[in-house]
């Protein structure tokens, strides 16, 4: 398995994105491109292009909501469960302050690091991807949906 970094850390499940996904949308341009050219049709093709952006549309959306909504409150319990083994206290007025994106990108640094980027972002008030990208030791998740 490749060593995971800032540059590489995005997944992709390749079904979705590169044969459904693109799958939908050839039919969307062909959708709009025929609405235009064919004149004797073109209330199909309009009904066409609008069933195909809601397909679309609907499986984005549902395929993000779930995955992604499951992910940020395993990812905030991670933050919580690590903060308390460093500091050995909770980390409620802490996680207060810090925005998701601060706390997601925290869980990329091994512990030192943690604990200096920690507190620059409570300080300094750096977002998520500088955060990530000032990493020197990149700590991989290799479980991300």
């Given at each position: 398995m490749k060593t995971q970094n800032y540059s590489n850390h995005k997944k992709y499940y390749a079904p979705h994105h590169f044969i459904f996904l693109?799958?939908?949308?050839?039919l969307q341009v062909l959708g709009f491109w025929k609405y235009f050219t064919d004149n004797e049709n073109t209330l199909v093709w309009l009904l066409f292009s609008v069933i195909i952006f809601l397909i679309?549309?609907?499986t984005v959306m549902l395929r993000q909501h779930y995955?992604?909504?499951?992910q940020n409150r395993i990812i905030r319990l991670e933050f919580q469960q690590r903060y308390f083994e460093i500091f050995g206290e909770r980390s409620d007025e802490v996680s207060e302050q810090l925005s998701f994106s601060q706390i997601a990108a925290l869980r990329?640094?091994?512990?030192?690091e943690f604990?200096?980027?920690?507190?620059?972002?409570l300080?300094?008030?750096?977002?998520?991807?500088?955060i990530k990208k000032s990493i020197t030791d990149?700590?991989?998740d290799y479980h991300r949906v």
């Open positions: 693109p799958i939908l949308a050839g679309l549309y609907l995955a992604l909504g499951n990329f640094a091994y512990d030192e604990k200096t980027l920690l507190a620059e972002a300080n300094k008030d750096v977002s998520g991807n500088e990149w700590r991989p």
